[in-house]
C-alpha cells in the first residue's frame, strides 16, 4: 500500500527557512520521481518542483525557483523541500506526490501546514 | 505559462449527469487529468490519460478532451461525489506541470 507522509510544517516569520520532508513506503522509491505541491488556503493546487529518480534532475515552478530546493535520499525513501526567504504567500498544505509515466500524480500524502506569524 | 480554465462551480441534481469542463490552448494534444479533493483531504487521482480511471474509480466518471476543452463527465451524480474537481497537464515545452483553478461540484 504506497503511503506518503509529510513533516516538517509550522509557523514561520517572514524571510525564514523551512525544510519539510515526506517519508514513502509501499513501493520502490528509488526509481519513481517525486513532485511537490502546494495549496493556500482556501485556494487552488499548485505545482512547485519535480525531481527525477535519482535525483540528477529537478525543474521548479517559477514562483519558487532559487528559493526552494528539492532533494531526496533513496536509502531512507525520503524527499525533501527546503525553503528559504519565506513570505506570507508561501503559506499553504505542502503536499508531496508520486509521478506517472503520463505526467499525472497517482499517489498524494497528506499534507503539512505552513503558516506565517508577523 | 500554460493556463487551464475551470468554471468556478457546478451545480447538479442527484442522478443527473454532470460535466465539468477544462478549458487550454490546444488542450486536446494533450493528456488530460483530474483529481477529485473533498474538505479537509488531499487530492484524489480519478481519471489519468484523459480517460483512464484509477482502480477503486467508478465507471460513472468518464473524461474527453478535443480541440480546446476537456472534460470531466460524472454521470448518476451521488452526494459523495461534492467535491472540488481539478484538471491538470504536463506541458512538454517548459517541462512545468499545471493544475487547472478548481470546479466546486454541488450536489442539490
Known amino acids: 500500500q504506497v503511503q506518503l507522509v509529510e513533516s516538517g510544517g509550522g509557523v514561520v516569520q517572514t524571510g525564514g527557512s523551512l525544510r519539510l520532508s515526506c517519508a514513502a513506503s509501499?513501493?520502490?522509491?528509488?526509481?519513481?520521481?517525486m513532485h511537490w505541491v502546494r495549496q493556500p488556503p482556501g485556494k487552488g493546487l499548485e505545482w512547485l518542483a519535480f525531481?527525477?529518480?535519482?535525483?540528477?534532475?529537478?525543474n521548479y515552478a517559477d514562483s519558487v525557483k532559487g528559493r526552494f530546493t528539492i532533494s531526496r535520499d533513496n536509502s531512507w525513501n525520503a524527499l525533501y523541500l527546503q525553503m528559504t526567504r519565506l513570505g506570507a504567500d508561501d503559506t499553504a498544505i505542502y503536499y508531496c506526490a508520486r509521478h506517472r509515466e503520463d505526467g499525472s500524480f497517482d499517489y498524494w500524502g497528506q499534507g503539512t501546514l505552513v503558516t506565517f506569524s508577523s | 505559462s500554460y493556463v487551464l480554465t475551470q468554471p468556478p462551480s457546478v451545480s447538479v441534481a442527484p442522478g443527473k449527469t454532470a460535466r465539468i469542463t477544462c478549458g487550454g490552448d490546444n488542450i486536446g494534444g494533450k493528456s488530460v487529468h483530474w483529481y477529485q479533493q473533498k474538505p479537509g483531504q488531499a487530492p484524489v487521482q480519478v481519471l489519468y490519460s484523459t480517460t483512464d480511471r484509477p482502480s477503486g474509480i467508478p465507471e460513472r466518471f468518464s473524461g474527453s478532451n478535443s480541440g480546446n476543452t476537456a472534460a470531466l463527465t460524472i454521470s448518476g451524480v451521488e452526494a459523495g461525489d461534492e467535491a472540488d474537481y481539478y484538471c491538470q497537464v504536463w506541458d512538454s515545452l517548459t517541462y512545468h506541470w499545471f493544475f487547472g483553478g478548481g470546479t466546486k461540484l454541488t450536489v442539490l
Open positions: 525531481l527525477s529518480h535519482d535525483g540528477s534532475i529537478d
Open positions: 509501499g513501493f520502490t522509491f528509488g526509481i519513481t520521481p
